[in-house]
């Protein structure tokens, strides 16, 4: 149990400075500076007098320094300090509620374009391509692709080699590939190539014919009557007017039907409505006249 003295008067208190009339009562000089109970010395780190003292007559040991009265108990260690409630601060005043941020428009995402299926087919029988359409993967006709709306590039490779930029509608559709005529170039050729000499050689002839009927030639071994030289102009004639037509119904038959490397594009189902007649040559007819000839051509389209 502890207990106090309720008068207690402190004699001396140590660590004093050395008076002029000595330490007081109970304290003596340890260094000659300070005055501090006996057995205690003066320690410059805590500036007090420490160790235990030894207390005089009258005064009693309490920790470190002596006071006045009887043997009190020494104080305990202390006890650790029981928690204090603290309350805690008051909360900051709050923000008004902001709406967030607008966030700027954004547009919907493009949608990627529906493709359409696309039939590919060879016009002509015995004919066969590769078709590709922008560059991308190839398909032997007859064969199927699907294809967006729009304007694109068509390859095709095979019997036939071209491009050809077709515009493809939001339907199904059909492409029909063809392919230049050999046979009918040919015809075009020959009949340049025959008719434009023949044309040349009955012009000559005749022309040859007319001079000497027109001059007095003192020979005349081949051109000696008037009837041979008729028969020369005459001659020359037809044979002019058979090379001319020759030439012309050949280059005309020939170049206008012997087509060219094309793709035609149909819609679905309706493939061969918007197909351009064929000229076709029905017959061909060459008759003399007086001074010349005629000929006649007849043409189905």
Known sequence: MRWWIATLCLAAWPAVGLAQRGCPYGLVAVDGLHCCW????F???????VGMPQCPAGLALYGETCVPGQVVAQPDAPLPAEPVAVPLPPPLPSEPAQ???MQGYLPPPLQPLQGFPVHFEAKRDGTRFAVSVDEGPACQTPCDLVVTPGKHRVRVLGDASFRQNLRFPAAPSVVKIDKRKGGRLALAIVGLAVGIPVALVGVEVALIGAISSLTDS???SLFGDVTTRQALVVGGLIAAGAGITFAAVGAGVGFGTMGRNKARLH???SAQADEPPALQLMGLAAAPTQGGAMVGASFAF
Not at 38 to 41: C, I, L, R
Not at 43 to 49: D, G, K, L, N, Q
């Open 43 to 49: 320690s410059a780190e805590r500036s007090a007098c």
């Open 99 to 101: 709406d967030p941020p």
């Open 218 to 220: 003192r020979d005349r």
């Open 38 to 41: 006996p057995q205690q010395s």
């Open 267 to 269: 819609p679905a189902g």
